[in-house]
Structures are given as C-alpha cells and as structure tokens.
C-alpha cells in the first residue's frame, strides 16, 4: 500500500468527495462481510420479557462465584440499590485465577508499548504472580479490606497489577489521572482518607520528563490517613534523585520482592466497594464515585465481549484511552481481563514519535477492535491520511468511540480511512456513574447512524422526560435511565446526599438523571446532545466550571472569575474564562500566561482555559448570581437571551466586544 491510500479505494485527493457523498447516507447496515461471533438476539428477547432474570442469568455465565447469590436486585431501599447482594466472589479472581486454572495462563494480557518504542508482553500468568506479591505487600503495610488506596501511575502493566491487588484483598482503589497535578492527586487522597499511595518515580511524556514522586512529596505534606507511598520504578532512566521518607516510602519491586508468592483470592461480598473514581460535578468539589464489585464487573464483562463482539481466542483488543478514566477502569483492566482477552496497553501520545505511531502499533499487533475518543479522530484527520494510509490496517474488524458526540464527518473519516469502510463502528454512551456502556449499536448487528448513539443494550431502559417530566417519545428531553442497572454506581463516597441530590431528586428515586440533553428520533435512535449541568467536556473529558473557577479565583490578582465553554473543532468544547482582577490591575498577555499556569498546577493542563477575556465586570441577576447563560451564548457566537433579569444590562456590551475582539486577533 503506497503512502496516502485509503482501503476504500482511493487517494487522499478522493477522500473528501467521498466524504461529502457518504454525508447524505443517513444509515448504515452493518457492513456486508462482516460475521458476529456473539449472537445477542435472545439476550435482548431475554432482557426486554425480564430484565432481573436477564442480569442474573448473565451473572451466572459471566462471572465465577464462590457463594452463588439467591438475590438479585435489591430495590426497596431506592436509590440504594444491591445486586446479588447474598453471592461472594473475588474480582481479581474472575479477571486472572479462572483463566490461568484453565490453562491459559500464558496468553498475553496486554501488550506493551513504551513511549521510546519498548516492548512489553505481560501473560494472565505474569499478572497473577504479581497481582499475589503485590496483595501480600499491601497488606504488610497495613491495608484491610475496606481501605483506600490512591494510584498515580502512568500507561504501565504496573497499573493494573496495583488495581488488581485492592480488588484481590478488598481495599478501594482511587485511581487519579496522570496528567492531574500533584495538588489533586492530594485533593483526592485526602477526601478520600487514603492508607496507601502507589505512584512512580517519573513521568515521561513526547520526550521530555518530569520527576512526580518529589513533586506529590512537595504536595502531600502531612496527611494524616495516608501512613505509606509505595513507588514504582517507571521505564526509561531515572529522573534523578527521588526522595524516599525511611519508613514511609517503599519501592514497589522491593516490595514484590520481599512478598509471599501465594495471596489466595479471599471470596467478598458482592457489593463489597470496589473503587472510588473522582469526576466533575457542578460544584467545585469532585464527586467521588463509588462502584461496587459484582454489578460493576457484570457490566464491564457483558458490555466489552456485546459491544465490541470480542472472541478473546482470536481478537487483539485496544482502546487507546488512560486508566485513570472510567474508560481505562472499565474497558482496558476489567472488561478485557475478565472476558480472557488479549489488549494493547501504549504508555504514550498519538502524536510522538510521528503521527502514525498508532497505527504503527495496530499493524505490528495485528489490532482487530480499536476503542477511542472523537477528539484524537479529529487530531487524526487533521494530520491527514497519509499517516494511516503507511500502514496496513486490514486487521481490524471492529471500531469503537466514547466520550463525547461524534460529529458525522469524524464519523466517516473513521469509517473510511482506518476501518475501510468494512468495520461496524460502535459509538459508546455511557458515563463514570453507570460503569459500563449503557447506549450503543452492538458491532454488526445494528444498523448505525453517524452522530448516534443507537440504542440501548439489553436490560438498559433509557427514557427522555420534559422539563415536567412528562415522557418525550420523539424529539429533545432530559435523558433518565428509569430503571436499575448492575454496574450503576452505588453512591457517593460518604456522600449519600449529594448522591440523591445529584441524581435522583429532580424525578424521584428510581429516575436516574444523567445530566444530558438528547434527542430521540422516530426510529427510537439515541442523539447525545450534550450535559445540562455546569460541566465541560474537553476532549472528552469532564470538568467542572466550578473546579475551574475556584481555581482561578486563589489567584491573588483575581476578584472574580466565571468559566464557560466555547464549541472547538478540535476538543469539542474549550474552556473561556472571564476574568475581573483586583483593584486597578488590567490583564495582558502576562498575566493570562500566568493564569493559565496556575490552572494547570492546581487541576491540570487538560483544565487550562483556552482563551481569558478580562471584564470589569460579570453579568449579573439583582440578587448577584452570575448569569452564566449569557457569558455562553456569547463564547458561542449566539444572539443573547433573556437579559432583563440583568442588574446591569450595560455589562453584556462591554463583553460581547471584548469577546469580539479576542476572536479578530487570532
Ligand atoms: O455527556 C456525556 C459524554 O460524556 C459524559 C460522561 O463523561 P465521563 O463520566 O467522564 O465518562 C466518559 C467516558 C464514558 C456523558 O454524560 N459522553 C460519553 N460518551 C458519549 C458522550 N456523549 C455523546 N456520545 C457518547 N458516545
């Protein structure tokens, strides 16, 4: 295949008439060569007639028990829902005990890809062995069932080997994204009263590195719960010096060294926590989202072998995307592991050393089931298909994407360029609270819509509800899952309240709010439109304005600020920020670079506002609420709204010009 070629025929020149041709086709039938290998007509037959006796049939099948459960859905305490509350079972011992016992301990679990081109291959045997020493290691330091324990860590096996060793003795693991800073990581083991940390030495990252462990030292400072850091050693060379506290720190390979071989899988109870994941809500406080084990495995296990159609004996299975997400948790460690699958774990960027390099990697491995987000579809298209066009990507069979509305023209450049046109394309909804894919085609089975999400999967029941409340049978609506689910998440860490408050208050206790807008059309197809709340999704990730915003309010030159986003061709949404200074102080250039800095260290760079716009003022009501409706239509180029509740319409002027003016000098 020579550079620039698309499988579909034809050049890099062609792509873009076939594009605009292919965006009058409204459906897709699932591509003709296409063979599923899971059938699914009778779980939907099984699922829509009973949708308990189809959960727990699939728990049965899917999931080893040790104590087989006689219940199945506990509702009676709404929204406090259990599932198979009765029945024990060990996680880690579903995800690698059952498949080594059945004599496939030398599969691979995950090939590994360093950022520097370092190969890595990692079998169900070699995940056990140190999934046990680590679980012993754990437990020496003092970690019982029930305790939290916080992870830092980059791309590496080591990941889900630290994930796997809480889930075998029972402690809650509370993963935190490696791109956060080191001030939320400790934000999150604090609110979390975390015992133990395992992080790493240093990151790398296109090239350049950065030591984390001094940085989470210098961030840490004394937190009372947290007795032990356990450190890992990161590929590549060392970051120069990292300072180890005697007694407190521990190497992560002395640790396994010093271990017991043998940690049997102790059996736990179903609904026994299984991890807390921090997510933005609509306040500045992130919400920690408590999964629990047996419903959140059921979910992880049905949804990646449905969704993705995956034959684990024969698929090489990547998703692309970062363990610190729900979409790492769900589809990188649990999903694949339980199902016995084969994975690529790649530690690195898309983009570095070249702009092919994944696929680059999806040629080497043979790759079948690609897993990623719009966003990095739209990077890639912006580079251009010549760099998909320089490798042979004829193995793969199934596409999948996550995170946020696909636009139809990413869509079909995805078809096209990197499926060939012959692989169904999957696009996921779901969310960290449900746990696992919720709304999605099933690949080759249903026909698709670019831009849709489809329908739901077996035993989900979503339903869109007016303002009232009333039920929306076609067109736009506050989108509710109005019944239970396995892997939904069970509360909010020692937040009950702002669980109910958050999800369930607005129709009552068996109404889950998502917190999305989406269309419904007359076929019954799913359009996601996007979040009601005062949450972001850049690039597919969730933040919150508020988060933003009290960040960049413990600026000292800062009086106020609000945060809106703005719609990007590239992340989809970008963070504006509207900033008053303190006293006479005007902004310049300076003083948003520093801003901008600021946010990063104190959330993440992911959260740096892509534009700040100083105002002497903020819109507000009579009674001081900054109107942020009107700072969006705004950064979105839209007519204002409503402005007569504003206690000084003269305010939006000065706004609407300087946004103006911002625009007209990129
Ligand atoms: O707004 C929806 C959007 O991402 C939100 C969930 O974000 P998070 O909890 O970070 O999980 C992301 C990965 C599962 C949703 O409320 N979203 C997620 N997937 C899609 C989506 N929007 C449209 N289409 C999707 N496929």
Redesign the pocket.
């Known amino acids: 295949m020579g550079p620039g070629h698309i499988d579909v025929g034809g050049t890099v020149a062609d792509l873009a008439a076939t594009l605009e041709d292919l965006l009058a086709v409204e459906s897709f039938d699932p591509p003709a060569g296409f063979t599923r290998r899971r059938p699914v007509d009778a779980d939907r037959a099984a699922a829509d007639a009973d949708p308990q006796a189809f959960w727990a049939d699939a728990a049965r099948e899917l999931l080893t028990w040790d104590k087989p459960f006689t219940q199945v859905l506990d509702d009676t305490k709404a929204p406090f829902y259990t599932w198979f509350a009765d029945g024990e079972l060990n996680l880690s011992a579903n995800c690698l005990d059952r498949h080594v016992a059945a004599g496939r301990g030398e599969r691979v679990a995950f090939h590994w890809r360093g950022e520097e081109g370092e190969r890595r291959d990692v079998t169900y045997a070699d995940l056990l062995a140190d999934t046990q020493r680590l679980a012993n290691g754990l437990s020496a330091l003092g970690v019982r069932a029930g305790d939290v324990v916080g992870i830092f860590l980059p791309m590496i096996p080591e990941v889900a080997v630290a994930m796997l060793a809480c889930a075998r003795i029972g402690a809650v693991h509370n993963v935190v994204f490696g791109g956060f800073a080191p001030s939320a990581v400790r934000e999150r083991m604090e609110v979390s009263d975390a015992k133990v940390l395992i992080t790493v030495d240093g990151a790398r990252r296109k090239g350049r590195r950065a030591p984390v462990k001094a940085a989470v030292d210098a961030e840490l400072g004394e937190l009372p719960a947290l007795e032990h850091i356990v450190v890992v050693r990161g590929p590549g060379e060392n970051p120069g010096e990292v300072p180890m506290t005697p007694g407190r720190d521990v190497w992560f390979d002395e640790l396994l060294a010093g271990a017991d071989p043998d940690c049997p899988a102790i059996p736990l109870p179903a609904e026994h926590p299984l991890f807390i994941l921090y997510?933005s809500g609509s306040t500045a406080k992130p919400k920690g989202i408590l999964h629990s084990t047996a419903g959140y495995l059921l979910g992880a296990t049905y949804t990646h072998r449905m969704v993705f159609d995956i034959d684990p004996d024969t698929d090489v299975y990547w998703c692309s995307a970062d363990v610190g997400?729900?979409?790492g948790h769900s589809y990188i460690v649990y999903g694949p592991l339980s199902n016995g699958a084969t994975s690529v774990m790649y530690e690195g960027a898309p983009d570095y050393p070249d702009h092919d390099i994944w696929w680059r990697i999806v040629e080497e491995y043979r790759v079948t089931v690609f897993y990623t987000a719009p966003t990095a579809i739209r990077s890639c298209i912006k580079w251009g298909a010549e760099y998909p066009g320089r490798h042979d990507l004829s193995s793969l069979r199934v596409l999948g994407?996550?995170?946020?509305?696909?636009n139809p023209k990413a869509w079909l450049w995805y078809h096209l360029v990197i499926g060939g046109g012959r692989c169904p394309i999957v696009?996921?909804?779901?969310?960290?609270?449900t746990g696992s894919v919720l709304i999605?085609p099933l690949a080759g089975v249903t026909p698709t819509r670019p831009g849709s999400?489809t329908k739901p999967l077996p035993g989900i029941s979503p339903a869109l509800l007016s303002e009232d409340g009333e039920p929306v049978t076609e067109g736009t609506g506050i989108l509710v899952i109005t019944k239970p689910w396995p892997s939904m998440l069970r509360t909010l860490y020692k937040d009950d309240d702002r669980f109910v408050e958050t999800y369930f208050s607005r129709f009552g206790p068996t109404t889950y709010v998502?917190?999305?807008a989406a269309r419904l059309d007359a076929d019954g197809y799913f359009w996601?439109i996007?979040?009601i709340d005062d949450?972001i999704?850049v690039s597919?990730?969730?933040l919150s304005t508020a988060e933003v915003e009290s960040a960049i309010v413990a600026h000292e030159a800062v009086a106020e600020a609000a945060v809106v986003a703005e719609p990007d061709e590239q992340t989809g949404q970008a963070i504006v920020a509207f900033v008053t200074l303190t006293g006479n102080r005007a902004g310049d250039a300076a003083t948003e670079a520093e801003l901008r800095e600021h946010v990063a260290r104190r959330i993440g760079k992911l959260a740096r506002p892509r534009r700040i716009i100083w105002a002497d003022d903020l819109p507000k009501t009579r009674s001081g609420k900054i109107m942020r409706r009107l700072l969006r239509d705004v950064a979105a180029g839209r007519e204002l709204g409503d402005v007569t509740t504003l206690r000084d319409p003269a305010v939006m002027a000065v706004i609407t010009e300087a946004v103006r003016a911002a625009h007209d000098d990129e």
Do not use: K, L
């Open positions: 997510s997400w729900i979409t994407t996550v995170g946020e509305p696909i696009d996921t909804w779901w969310q960290t609270e999605s999400a998502v917190g999305d996601i996007g979040r949450v999704n597919g990730h969730r």
